[in-house]
């Protein structure tokens, strides 16, 4: 079945730092791909996506190109703030349609100033 | 200004008593999701409806109910609660296609003493 799979966290980061969150999944053809981001104490909500193989998601300086040869979705950033200090979930819709949506585990990042 | 409105944002109810998490929307939205959000996990779906059509996830357990009376809300009813169901509710809504984006609320918190 569909599944997705994120490093596991957490990641402790300098303020400046790079970022880099990975994440693989299996899917039946070329599904569209999301990054969600949760503050503490909020719900989630859309980092990035893309929709089809190839396609780079960009967003507050957060980057990831769709690769479906190796089947990922890493997210990087050039230069982290403490304020990306949050837990990033990886998505992907289950097949049957409406949007349902399966999430990775969930990475979470701390940066320091 | 929000979108997709959660109340109460805490909820306390005691073992086996009822309780009832509400959710609405101002996005005019035609799919409405409910999810549990244990603590340092992924949200789990439990169930969608495409407007009045209601939708179980296989292994969401019968003690959880819904409803959408409207399109603007949909309530989650737990009818027992135990000290497992302790966990973020989220709420989320989208158009339904899966390019499309998921609007979460801010959570109720549950707790059961």
């Known amino acids: 079945g569909d599944s997705v799979t994120q490093m596991e966290g957490p990641v402790t980061l300098s303020e400046e730092a790079f970022l880099t969150i990975n994440c693989t999944y299996t899917a039946t053809g070329y599904p569209s791909l999301f990054w969600y981001v949760q503050y503490p104490g909020e719900g989630l909500q859309l980092l990035l996506k893309a929709t089809k193989a190839d396609d780079k998601g960009s967003n507050k300086g957060f980057e990831a190109t769709y690769r479906k040869e190796t089947t990922s979705f890493h997210l990087e950033k050039g230069s982290v703030q403490v304020s990306d200090s949050a837990v990033y979930f990886c998505a992907l819709p289950l097949s049957g349609g409406y949007n349902k949506l399966i999430f990775g585990a969930g990475t979470r990042l701390a940066v320091h100033p | 200004d929000a979108m997709v409105i959660q109340n109460p944002r805490y909820q306390v109810t005691q073992f086996g008593k009822p309780v009832t998490l509400s959710c609405s929307q101002t996005?005019?939205?035609?799919?409405m999701y409910w999810y549990q959000q244990k603590s340092s996990q992924a949200p789990k779906l439990l169930f969608h409806y495409y407007d009045k059509d209601f939708n179980n996830e296989a292994d969401t357990p019968d003690n959880f109910q819904s409803r959408r009376p409207n399109t603007s809300f949909c309530f989650l009813d737990i009818r027992s609660p135990g000290l497992g169901d302790a966990a973020m509710y989220l709420c989320?809504?989208?158009?339904?296609?899966?390019?499309?984006?998921?609007?979460f609320g801010p959570g109720t918190r549950l707790t059961v003493l």
């Open positions: 996005l005019n939205h035609n799919v």
């Open positions: 989320a809504t989208s158009r339904g296609g899966d390019t499309d984006t998921q609007y």
